[in-house]
């Protein structure tokens, strides 16, 4: 008989200890456009991503469906990321009017893969993890936009590519 009070100590115990509704085992949810603002950050450069599953462009830069190479040395830094937007910064730019210089951006309609950039300009993009265990990750960007040349509309990709530097693929 005391066996079954000590299992039916331990059961009481057991069960109390693991109770849910203790405040300090509470979670907050993981707002997706926090992790898309954080997964964002970092330097991009301009890749052509040839064989990606997600993307599947021949040429880092078109407009209007043509290959456009004076952007090819282009370079998009994203900072600050985060779930209110951030901040961005390009080198080696070819023109203003596609890509400024820097500026802000934050996400549009609560929407994951809609950018609104301070100059107005609203960005579609496509950010996809490629991970080889045997590599570093590799994270790709596909950015479409449309501009106005006069009265005509003019549809942009770029697509990016930012690999990690840690071939551990720590703090990525």
């Known amino acids: 008989?005391?066996?079954?009070?000590?299992?039916?100590?331990?059961?009481?115990?057991?069960?109390?200890?693991?109770?849910?509704?203790?405040?300090?085992?509470?979670?907050?949810?993981i707002n997706p456009l926090d992790t898309q603002g954080n997964?964002?950050?970092?330097?991009?450069?301009?890749?052509?991503?040839?064989?990606?599953?997600?993307?599947?462009?021949?040429?880092?830069?078109?407009?209007?469906?043509?290959?456009?190479?004076?952007?090819?040395?282009?370079?998009?830094t994203i900072s600050e990321g985060s779930l209110e937007g951030g901040i961005f910064s390009t080198l080696n730019n070819y023109d203003e009017k596609i890509w400024p210089e820097a500026g802000t951006w934050a996400f549009q309609d609560n929407d994951k893969n809609k950018i609104l950039r301070s100059d107005g300009i609203s960005l579609t993009i496509l950010a996809d993890l490629i991970h080889n265990y045997a590599q570093p990750k590799i994270y790709t960007l596909k950015i479409s936009f449309t501009t106005t040349d006069g009265n005509e509309e003019v549809k942009w990709v770029f697509n990016f590519a930012r690999q990690c530097s840690s071939p551990f693929n720590e703090g990525c």
Do not use: R
Request: proline letters at 4%; aromatic letters at 10%.
């Open 1 to 29: 008989m005391n066996l079954n009070k000590y299992i039916l100590f331990l059961s009481v115990l057991f069960i109390s200890c693991t109770d849910d509704t203790d405040e300090g085992s509470y979670l907050a949810p």
């Open 39 to 76: 997964l964002l950050n970092g330097t991009w450069y301009l890749d052509p991503i040839v064989g990606k599953i997600s993307i599947k462009e021949e040429s880092p830069v078109t407009m209007d469906g043509k290959v456009v190479e004076v952007f090819n040395d282009m370079t998009l």
